[in-house]
């Protein structure tokens, strides 16, 4: 599942649209039912309009009906593997369980990591009162 995962978040850092930060980034995201959404970064001149792969990936599926997320895998960085930014994780956490498993890998070779949604998100921002 982790290889088959990391495949697809690498195949879609391929359509990484990076012309400001030459940085593609790749994910793949794993529903409950077997689907694989996944996205890649789309960045904007206005730099700050920029999205990130994560987000791209989890939107796609929300507007495409999928609520429950089995996993998440992360492509990009040649020296290191890129993990979710701060707020890619706030945003996953919407959606996905503290025990999501994440895998991030770099966009070619070397050793994937995994971890947990909660693991990278300790005391995420709930609104529960
Ligand atoms: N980026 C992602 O798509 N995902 C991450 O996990 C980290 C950063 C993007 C944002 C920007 O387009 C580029 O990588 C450099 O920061």
Avoid: W
């Avoid at 959606?95 to 005391?123: D, E, N, W, Y």
């Amino acid at each position: 599942m982790q290889t088959f995962l990391v495949k697809a978040a690498r195949a879609a850092a391929a359509h990484a649209h990076c012309p400001y930060s030459q940085y593609p980034v790749g994910a793949a995201l794993l529903t409950a039912d077997g689907q694989v959404y996944t996205g890649c970064n789309v960045e904007n001149v206005s730099y700050g309009l920029s999205i990130c792969a994560e987000r791209t990936a989890l939107f796609k599926a929300v507007s495409a009906g999928c609520r429950d997320f089995a996993a998440l895998a992360v492509a990009g960085g040649d020296k290191q593997p890129a993990a979710p930014c701060g707020a890619c994780r706030q945003v996953l956490a919407e959606f996905c369980s503290p025990g999501t498993p994440v895998v991030v890998a770099r966009l070619k070779g070397g050793k994937a990591i995994t971890t947990t949604l909660g693991a990278l998100l300790p005391m995420g921002f709930a609104s529960l009162k």
